[in-house]
């Protein structure tokens, strides 16, 4: 099957609505996803920011994965990274390489913006996505915590 891969643009809120339904399936978290769907105005908005990168793959004009990330400027030096904060790729659609195409694909992103560094995190017990980022990088053991606002 060929794939094809697209950033999302601020008229493409409804690509971005479908790509919420995919991370729900593929996290097993329709409430987190889909229990309140930004309006097309919020998307637009979200969409237009420099900082936001939203990737699409495409298979016969589906969605059928993608990826979120947010670039970081940094304060020690002049140079920013990019946190990949969520990807998710359709179950009939994995192990085919649309992941790490994705992922390539937020690479050019990151050499074209000055980036020096991708991060993501994984949890622990997805093997699956652990293994997928061992192969693209280096594995550190870090902790995170959630501070209630």
């Known amino acids: 099957m060929k794939y094809l891969f697209k950033r999302i643009t601020s008229t493409d809120t409804e690509m971005m609505k479908a790509l919420l339904g995919v991370f729900a399936e593929a996290f097993a978290e329709p409430q987190t996803y889909m229990g309140a769907v930004p309006g097309d105005e919020y998307l637009r908005r979200l969409l ?10 495409l298979a016969e004009g589906k ?9 970081l400027e940094k304060f020690e030096q002049e140079r ?3 946190y990949l904060y969520d990807l998710a790729i359709k ?4 192990r085919k390489g649309v992941a790490t195409s ?9 050499k074209r913006r000055g980036a020096w560094v991708i991060f993501v995190q ?6 699956a996505a652990i293994s997928l980022y061992e192969s693209l990088g280096k ?5 995170q915590f959630d501070i209630p606002v």
């Open 122 to 127: 994984a949890d622990p017990g997805d093997n």
């Open 80 to 82: 920013s990274e990019i």
């Open 91 to 94: 179950q009939s659609h994995r």
């Open 48 to 57: 237009q920011k420099e900082y936001f990168i939203s990737l699409v793959a």
């Open 102 to 110: 994705l992922i390539n694909e937020l690479k050019s992103v990151a």
């Open 139 to 143: 594995r550190e053991d870090v902790h």
């Open 63 to 71: 969605v059928i994965g993608g990826l979120v990330a947010y670039e």
